[in-house]
């Protein structure tokens, strides 16, 4: 399974991103998908995960009320609309799949150990 993250760039404080996350394996549907990211010198924390179709979401708490994370299983897609940036969302940031462990497991994973494939990460930087 490779996944790899695109989108992110150097923005201003209070703007806007979107980061893309797109998914080789064809069973890209029945899996969670999560975005975690891992500040300089901080630990990683999750960012968003979404169920397998969707209709669930989960939110850390530093991207509620400003983060949007959705996916598009008929493209194998998972995004992170990320509003109102600041600089301390300055990051890499990771789209990763839940672990197989988890098939038939309903709900979302919400931290890094119950996820197996991870992306390589696309770097935000948000300037003041």
């Known amino acids: 399974v490779q996944l790899q993250a695109s989108g992110g760039g150097l923005v201003q404080a209070g703007g806007s991103l979107r980061l893309s996350c797109a998914a080789s394996?064809?069973?890209?549907?029945?899996?969670?998908m999560g975005w975690f990211r891992r500040a300089p010198g901080k630990e990683r924390e999750i960012v968003a995960a979404?169920?397998?179709?969707?209709?669930?979401?989960y939110y850390g708490d530093s991207a509620k009320g400003r983060f949007t994370i959705s996916r598009d299983n008929a493209k194998n897609m998972v995004y992170l609309e990320m509003n109102s940036l600041k600089p301390e969302d300055t990051a890499v940031y990771y789209c990763a799949r839940e672990a197989l462990r988890f098939q038939g497991v309903g709900g979302v994973r919400t931290t890094a150990t119950q996820y197996e494939y991870w992306g390589h990460g696309t770097l935000v930087t948000v300037s003041s």
């Open positions: 979404i169920s397998r179709s969707g209709d669930s979401s």
């Open positions: 394996d064809r069973t890209f549907s029945r899996y969670v």
